[in-house]
Nanobody, 112 residues
C-alpha cells in the first residue's frame, strides 16, 4: 500500500491548513495522522476507522478534524487555530490486516 500525503506548508498562528492522504488500494482499515517535531518522538494526532469512528490526541481536540472518503481512499485532516506547537512533520498512517503502512511526511510550519 502506498500513501501519498500533501497539503503541508507555512501558516501564521491562528490559521488553517488541510492535509490529505490518498491510499493506492482499497481496504478495510484504520487511517490516521501522526506528527513528529524536531527532537521529539512521533505522536498520534488523530485516527478514523472505516466506518467513521474518530479519536484525537488531547492537544488537538476541538481544533483538528479528521475525516475520510472511502470511495476516494483518502483521509483528510482539517487543522484550525494552528499554534507554533503544531509545527512538525505530519505522517499519514494506514493499519489493515495486522499491517502498518506509512506515507512520507508533509511539513507543517506555524509561525508566531
Amino acid at each position: 500500500v502506498l500513501l501519498q500525503a500533501y497539503g503541508g506548508g507555512l501558516v501564521q498562528a491562528g490559521g488553517s491548513l488541510r492535509l490529505s492522504c490518498a491510499a493506492s488500494i482499497f481496504s478495510i482499515n484504520v487511517m490516521g495522522w501522526y506528527r513528529q517535531a524536531p527532537g521529539k518522538q512521533r505522536e498520534l494526532v488523530a485516527t478514523i476507522t472505516f466506518d467513521g469512528s474518530t479519536k484525537y490526541a488531547d492537544p488537538v481536540k476541538g481544533r483538528f478534524t479528521i475525516s475520510r472518503d472511502n470511495a476516494k481512499k483518502t483521509v483528510y485532516l482539517q487543522m484550525n487555530s494552528l499554534k507554533p506547537a503544531d509545527t512538525a512533520a505530519y505522517y499519514c498512517n494506514l493499519k489493515s490486516d495486522f499491517n502498518d503502512y506509512w506515507g512520507q511526511g508533509t511539513l507543517v510550519t506555524v509561525s508566531s
